[in-house]
């Protein structure tokens, strides 16, 4: 971890890297899921905040519905759909106008939680749950201004269950784009991108549940952040396990859905 020169007194936060890119410019870079106070040095009136938001939550797979039961001569079976992916953070980047000695708060959001996949009670498979979405990657302004930054990708839509009447399960609807960038204290125009939709979950068959969605990946992740900062969470595959009685095993085990992957957490870059 390089240090650069005069930066908070030489106090490094936890969770928070220092760079010095070329012209003798300092980069902090916040990429852990917590809030961290920043004392603007003297002397720096304006800072460039690059911000990714984080990303949703994958959905839960559905479960899958196998008729078969002990004794029986054959088996029917409807597998569940696959969970929808967690869509991506936003994007902002602009400059901030600042004040030497007043202090920012640096708020980093986890990404959203995957959501559980369905269950088997006989002949009564649930639907997955859908993936979560929480917080963002923001700063805020003393004496409650307004923040600036970017917000959290919205959670994987939830795979739906094999049923006896219906048949095999739908996948979940790949997520909306993300809205709702903060402008703040921001020079001009800030450079802001919503984050990228998910790829939906697949339907189940007669033979497996259906493959999970993909979640997004951000417009742009700065070179200082995590490789996967902002990036949706996967969809879980819905359940499914063609068989021919008697049941082996095991079996209702891989009925069940299965999770959705978590979103992975944002990252905030503040270069002067």
């Not at 890119?21 to 300092?26: D, F, I, L, Q, R």
């Not at 720096?44 to 938001?53: D, E």
């Not at 959670?155 to 996948?171: F, M, N, S, Y």
């Not at 259906?210 to 490789?227: I, Q």
């Amino acid at each position: 971890m390089a240090v650069a020169s005069g930066v908070l007194g030489g106090v490094l936060p936890m969770g928070q890297a220092f760079a010095a890119p070329a012209g003798g410019k300092t980069t902090l870079t916040f990429s852990e899921a917590k809030t961290t106070q920043m004392k603007v040095p003297a002397g720096v009136t304006k800072i460039v905040m690059t911000a990714v938001g984080p990303g949703g939550g994958g959905g839960g797979g559905g479960a899958g519905l196998d008729t078969a039961a002990p004794g029986t001569p054959d088996a029917a079976m409807f597998g569940g759909g696959g969970g929808a992916g967690g869509a991506a953070g936003g994007y902002f980047q602009c400059t901030l106008n600042v004040t030497p000695g007043e202090t920012l708060s640096i708020d980093v959001a986890g990404g959203g939680a995957g959501g559980a996949g369905g269950t088997l009670v006989w002949f009564s498979p649930t639907d997955g749950e859908a993936g979560g979405d929480k917080g963002g990657s923001t700063v805020h302004f003393p004496n409650g201004q307004q923040t600036a930054g970017a917000p959290r990708g919205a959670g994987g839509a939830a795979g739906i269950r094999g049923q006896l009447d219906v048949g095999p399960g739908a996948g979940g609807v790949g997520t909306d784009v993300t809205s709702g960038l903060g402008k703040g204290r921001c020079v001009g125009e800030p450079t802001s991108r919503p984050g990228a939709a998910s790829a939906s979950g697949l339907v189940g068959t007669r033979v497996a549940g259906g493959a999970g969605g993909a979640g997004a990946r951000p417009y742009a992740v700065p070179s200082t952040c995590p490789a996967g900062a902002g990036r949706g969470g996967d969809g879980g595959q819905g359940g499914g396990d063609i068989i021919t009685p008697p049941i082996p095993p095991g079996h209702f085990s891989r009925l069940k859905g299965q999770p959705g992957q978590a979103g992975n957490p944002g990252c905030v870059v503040l270069t002067y």
